[in-house]
C-alpha cells in the first residue's frame, strides 16, 4: 500500500492526492492486481488492473477525465506492476554494477524498463542522512497498437534505495519531458495493518 501527495508548492499549480494497493501472490510475490484511487486537481481518476495468471497480459479499467475505459496489453514477457516491481527490489541483494530489465504496466501503459545500481550516495531523510544505492532506471513505452510509435514517451526515474537491510525506497528523482520532480519517504512501516500504517511520499 502506498500514498503520494505534492506538498504546498506544487499544489499551487496542480494538487495531486493518490493511493495505490498492490496484490500479490503471497509465495511467489508474482502480481495479482493493482487498485488505485488519485485525485488531479479537481479530477477523480481511478484504476482496477487485473494480471493474468501467466502474468504475460494484463487488463486495466480506469477513470481518465470523466469517461470509464478499458484497455488490455500482452507482452511476450512476465509484466509486474511499480509496486510490486519496488517490494520485489527489496528482496534482492543490491550492489554497484547490477543490472536488470523487466516489462512493466504503469500509467495506463506498458514500459520497458532498463535498471543499473550505480554508486552508494548520501540522502537527507526525516531520520537524518542515509547511506542509499542509487538505482538508475529508464522507462520506454512499447510499441502499442493505437497510439504513436514513431514518437514515444521516455522516462528516467533514479531511485534511492537504503543502504541497509530494509532496502527501502527513500528518495526519487523523476525526468521526463523537460520536467524533473522528487519524491521523497516520509513515513514507512512494516506492520501494514492499517491505511495509517503506511505513508509515501511528498513530491515537489
Given amino acids: ?33 493493482v487498485r488505485t484511487e488519485s485525485t488531479y486537481g479537481d479530477e477523480p481518476r481511478w484504476e482496477r488492473i487485473r494480471f493474468s495468471d501467466d ?20 507482452s511476450e514477457h512476465a509484466l509486474t506492476d511499480l509496486l510490486t516491481l519496488l517490494y520485489q527490489a527489496r528482496m534482492v541483494t543490491v550492489q554497484p554494477g547490477l543490472k536488470a530489465c523487466q516489462d512493466v504496466f504503469a ?7 532498463t535498471a543499473s545500481v550505480d554508486e552508494v550516495v548520501p540522502v537527507d531523510t526525516p531520520a537524518g542522512e542515509r547511506d542509499t544505492y542509487l538505482v538508475k532506471t529508464a522507462f520506454d513505452r512499447k510499441p502499442t497498437h493505437g497510439l504513436n510509435n514513431n ?24 525526468r521526463a519531458e523537460g520536467v524533473e520532480a522528487v519524491a521523497k519517504l516520509v513515513r514507512w512501516s512494516t506492520k501494514g495493518g492499517s491505511e495509517q500504517g503506511w505513508g509515501f511520499a511528498d513530491a515537489r
Fill in 151 to 174: 514518437v514515444r514517451p521516455h522516462m528516467e526515474v533514479d531511485v534511492y534505495l537504503a543502504a541497509d537491510a530494509s532496502q527501502a525506497p527513500l528518495q526519487f528523482v523523476i
Fill in 1 to 33: 500500500f502506498a500514498r503520494a501527495r505534492t506538498s504546498d508548492f506544487v499544489a499551487t499549480f496542480k494538487a495531486f492526492e493518490g493511493r495505490y494497493m498492490a496484490m500479490v501472490d503471497p509465495h511467489s510475490l508474482d502480481p495479482l492486481g
Fill in 55 to 74: 502474468h504475460r497480459s494484463v487488463g486495466a479499467d480506469v477513470l481518465l477525465e470523466g469517461r470509464e475505459l478499458r484497455r488490455e496489453y500482452d
Fill in 107 to 113: 500509467s495506463r501503459r506498458l514500459w520497458r524498463m
